[in-house]
């Protein structure tokens, strides 16, 4: 059982640089999510998506955009890589709940630790 | 504002302690879930509980329980006879606006034998 794979799982990037985190989960969940974590913080939401072809931000969105062409991927990205944003960044993807019957879990992805020097 | 307090940084027991973690949140919102997670030194985060806002029964699973308290916008998590392996970070978390997370920044629990 794959669940919420992400790839990569280790990167270092030079300032400047950009880069793209894949998220793919294999349970046809509709929404998925970006966070990152950092020391003393908790996670913190970066962007959400509800579905295939919507997102929309989260808590600190700035710096990141993300994009979701196909229900099972989330793709994080980076512009202009800067040293605040180095981090632990985690996916997680739920399925659709009614509010009055319960909400899902989030699954989580294992973790993508990124430096940027 | 939407907000998780765990005012506990670190808490350190002795095996077979019983040890309660405590959770505050803050929300408009009448509808809404909370959530417990622990992430153990490998790093996954493992999903514990669940509750909604209408529900407020306690839970027991095995060594752990939860109080659920909306009076006191409370969600507090306890673990029975600690074992080393509980050792970990313990988040709570809410979900609000049927998407929204907050999560809390972490308790970091130590179990010593």
């Known amino acids: 059982n794959a669940g919420v794979t992400q790839t990569p799982k280790f990167r270092v990037l030079k300032t400047g640089q950009s880069m793209t985190l894949l998220c793919a989960q294999d349970m046809n969940h509709e929404y998925m999510y970006w966070y990152r974590q950092d020391p003393g913080m908790g996670l913190r939401l970066i962007h959400y998506?509800?579905?295939?072809?919507?997102?929309a931000k989260g808590e600190v969105p700035d710096g990141y955009n993300v994009s979701r062409l196909k229900k099972q991927n989330f793709l994080l990205g980076l512009e202009s890589a800067a040293p605040s944003q180095t981090s632990v960044y985690f996916c997680a993807s739920t399925a659709y709940y009614r509010l009055q019957r319960g909400g899902q879990p989030q699954h989580f992805g294992d973790g993508t630790r990124l430096s940027i020097l | 504002a939407q907000k998780v307090t765990q005012a506990q940084t670190e808490i350190s027991v002795v095996e077979k302690e019983d040890v309660t973690l405590d959770c505050v949140y803050e929300t408009r919102d009448t509808t809404y879930y909370l959530f417990w997670y622990k992430q153990p030194p490998s790093g996954e985060l493992v999903f514990l509980i669940r509750r909604n806002s209408f529900d407020e029964q306690n839970e027991i699973s095995g060594r752990y329980s939860w109080n659920f308290q909306k009076s006191t916008s409370s969600f507090n998590f306890t673990i029975t006879a600690s074992q080393v392996v509980d050792s970990a970070v313990y988040f709570c978390a809410l979900l609000y606006n049927n998407n929204d997370m907050r999560f809390g920044a972490g308790t970091r629990l130590t179990v010593k034998p």
């Open positions: 998506s509800v579905g295939e072809g919507t997102t």
